[in-house]
């Protein structure tokens, strides 16, 4: 056992260490001052980053881990800045995202009668972490750090929340740096793989004809892109992802139908209604995708892999299921499937893509399609692509295609407007080497806009695309689609001079409105690495987005194009937001 | 008293952690789902606990509740026993209001029962009972003939027979 003269802060920084810790995100206060005493005083390789509002910090954690596959650490004090993090924990839940979150607290006696700067984080956090710890003694430290990134990363991720009171960090600790985890009631692992039951899996798509492989987040989480590639050819069958597997599949691949749901491809959505087989690897079947429950792939055999229990047939019962790891289970299924007669079936889908492609107007006003199409040419769809929340987020999804897993960072299940910045600040930590675009919505934008300062700071060269319609389009885009245009509370009139902001961060920025500017200036932007660079769209202001099933409808229900002006009135969406 | 849905007994085994309570009555709740009894008590080992909860709702949605809540780090198992053949008990206690001339008949409908009479007094009697769930009903149902001061109820607690594990 290895006894130590040093306080709880500084065991904790040691622990943090050990755990491979490359980043900590954080703002300081009072409750965590002996945490932010120990960095200096505990020798070693960790980085600090000082953000400007805890939101910031988790976004930040969130971006890194999703660009990196590794967690982040986040360090805020207690009361309002551990409640400021709240909706960035919640964000990262609700993606699998592995995050440990570090909040001071009152001291140990003070807990519970209103000090100052007291809040229960433990309890307000209960329903959006995977788990949390308040901790009692100086000496559980290292056990609970090693607890929760363990917890954090393996199985189904999620975020972890420690609450360390300032007694426990400021007082002295005498236990063992390398004490043992002890969870036993936790099992991240499926059991050994049911190989039985992958047999009989590999029947059932032995037998299809029209088969569709769905490919949700779960595949990059295992990092199954690889084995799923080989699977997809070996089978011949298509694939599409939902918006968080994005990069699961190569987009550009011939048997790609890119993303499905509601505002994905019409040729992944219709081959969702006609095949007889539907394969889901790691996705949830999110009310996104799947529309109208009751009607969802009505014809077809639905297979569920996930490696969570509790999400098979929570929005879906399956014909089969198998609680697995993705990348175990389809190296295992591979081993029992050969190539299908999907001849027939690979002809109606290029027929469809040929028939119902994405595509945007390139004359007239600004289109923010237009932007997004020039930023993936240019930069060869390599780029680490972030996005905020609304219109701008599905059109980044439509038009830059990913290749490569962990290239597309969105918040899918959250839909946090205010994801973008910070997360594309993180994303830019973790992978300094890659170019990363932050597509942003001018909503969005404003939302986290502050942490343009730690992107100046460290000189980062984000590209940070400002997509400004002056709009919340995306609730813009309902209220004429299904409230007779009556706009209510979309209008972002007082926006800022977006170019100007940058420009008082110390931040190049370019202005772009002209359809005939957007190479030059893309290319402009992409070229500039010196430091961030925000480029002001001023884009069309009432587009819509389409393909869209409208929420709660039967995915045959999917409006392909633009209803023409005039139109039958559309019924208003029964389904969530 | 015939209930639209049955409640379903769960055990529960957890870890003897602060919160674990919580998070458990969270899960429940967020779906809906009413907890009408709920009993915690330390296990044979001491570092874990049994919760025995007696929850309505439909059976459907409460498989996804049961996994939900065997997810939680703190939980080690979580068992459906509703349709076992496991060993159900509860214990009730009924504070009667009985003067002298009814105190005969209320004790010969306690020592049907096998009730214990625990306090007594001049116009009361407080009635101990104990076992399967539908004979404290049966019990209840008896004594209203008296009028019921008082009444609390254990809720149930099981444990499997024999080889099978709770």
Redesign the interface.
């Known amino acids: 056992m290895e006894k130590t003269v040093m306080d709880g802060g500084q065991a904790l920084i040691k622990c943090l260490e050990a755990e491979g810790v490359e980043y900590i995100f954080g703002y300081s206060g009072g409750s965590v001052i002996p945490i932010f005493d120990a960095m200096i005083t505990t020798p070693g390789n960790i980085k600090f980053v000082l953000v400007r509002h805890e939101q910031g910090a988790a976004h930040m954690a969130d971006g890194y881990a999703r660009a990196t596959g590794r967690p982040a650490v986040v360090l805020v004090t207690s009361g309002p800045g551990a409640t400021n993090v709240i909706t960035g924990i919640m964000t990262a839940h609700m993606d699998s995202v592995p995050m440990v979150v570090l909040t001071g607290q009152s001291v140990s006696w003070m807990i519970g009668k209103d000090a100052f700067q007291e809040a229960d984080i433990f309890g307000i956090t209960m329903p959006v972490v995977k788990h949390s710890y308040l901790l009692k003694s100086p000496n559980e430290i290292p056990r609970t750090v090693r607890e929760a990134f363990h917890i954090a990363t393996t199985g189904r991720p999620g975020p972890v929340l420690i609450d360390i009171p300032k007694d426990i960090s400021a007082g002295p600790f005498t236990g063992d740096l390398h004490a043992e985890m002890d969870i036993p009631g936790y099992r991240p692992y499926a059991e050994p793989l049911d190989t039985a039951k992958v047999k009989e899996i590999a029947e059932a798509v032995s037998k299809s004809q029209r088969p569709v492989i769905l490919a949700g987040h779960g595949v990059l989480i295992s990092g199954a892109q690889d084995v799923l590639r080989a699977l997809a050819e070996k089978l011949n069958a298509p694939v599409t992802t939902t918006l968080l597997g994005k990069g699961a599949f190569p987009e550009t691949h011939k048997l790609s139908l890119g993303w499905l749901g509601m505002h994905g491809t019409a040729y992944a959505n219709k081959a969702i209604c006609e095949c007889d087989l539907l394969l889901n690897i790691g996705s949830r079947f999110d009310d996104r995708i799947i529309g109208d429950p009751k009607f969802f792939c009505k014809e077809a055999v639905i297979i569920h892999v996930d490696i969570d229990p509790a999400e098979i047939g929570k929005m879906i019962r399956p014909q089969y299921h198998c609680i697995a790891d993705a990348k175990l289970f389809i190296e295992e299924l591979s081993k029992h499937v050969g190539k299908l007669s999907t001849g027939e079936w690979l002809k109606t889908l290029d027929g469809w893509k040929q028939k119902y492609p994405l595509k945007f107007k390139r004359q007239g006003n600004l289109k923010m399609q237009h932007v997004i199409d020039e930023f993936y040419k240019l930069s060869g769809g390599k780029a680490v692509v972030v996005t905020d929340v609304g219109q701008h987020q599905m059109w980044a999804a439509q038009f830059y295609k990913t290749d490569k897993p962990n290239n597309f960072l969105s918040s899918g299940g959250a839909g946090t407007m205010g994801f973008g910045v910070p997360a594309a600040i993180g994303a830019q930590f973790g992978r300094p080497k890659d170019t990363v675009i932050a597509f942003c919505g001018d909503g969005g934008f404003q939302m986290t806009e502050f942490e343009l300062a730690t992107a100046a700071l460290y000189k980062l060269p984000i590209k940070f695309v400002v997509l400004n319609n002056h709009y919340l389009g995306m609730v813009r885009q309902w209220q004429e689609l299904f409230y007779e245009d009556r706009t209510s509370g979309v209008d972002l009139e007082g926006n800022p001079d977006f170019v100007k902001l940058a420009d008082a961060y110390g931040i190049k920025g370019f202005n772009l409105r002209r359809p005939g500017d957007v190479k030059r200036i893309v290319k402009a932007a992409l070229a500039y690495n010196a430091g961030p660079c925000l480029i002001n769209c001023e884009v069309e202001k009432t587009d819509n987005v389409f393909p869209m099933i409208p929420a709660g409808k039967r995915i045959e229900a999917m409006i392909i194009d633009a209803p023409k002006a005039g139109s039958k009135k559309l019924e208003k969406p029964t389904g969530s937001t | 008293m015939i209930n639209a849905k049955p409640i379903h007994t769960l055990s529960v085994y ?2 003897n952690k ?2 674990v309570l ?2 458990i009555a ?1 899960t429940f709740s ?1 779906r809906g789902y009413n907890i009408e009894s709920l009993v915690v008590s330390p296990a044979s080992d001491g570092n874990f606990s049994r919760m025995t909860i007696g929850v309505s709702g439909d059976a459907d949605g409460l ?2 509740i049961i ?2 809540v ?7 198992r979580c068992t459906d026993h509703t349709y076992d053949d496991a060993v159900v008990k509860e214990m009730g206690l009924i504070k009667i209001s009985v003067g002298a001339e009814e105190r005969g008949e209320a004790l010969q409908i306690a020592e049907h029962f096998g009730c214990k009479t625990v306090d007594l007094t001049d116009e009361s009697m407080i009635l101990q009972a104990v076992g399967d769930p539908a004979k404290i009903d049966a019990l209840v149902e008896m004594i209203e003939k008296f009028k019921i001061i008082e009444l609390v109820r254990t809720g149930k607690v099981l444990l499997a027979r024999g080889a099978e594990t709770t």
């Open positions: 957890v870890t602060p919160g919580a998070r969270q967020r498989d996804q996994r939900q065997s997810k939680l780090i703190d939980v080690l």
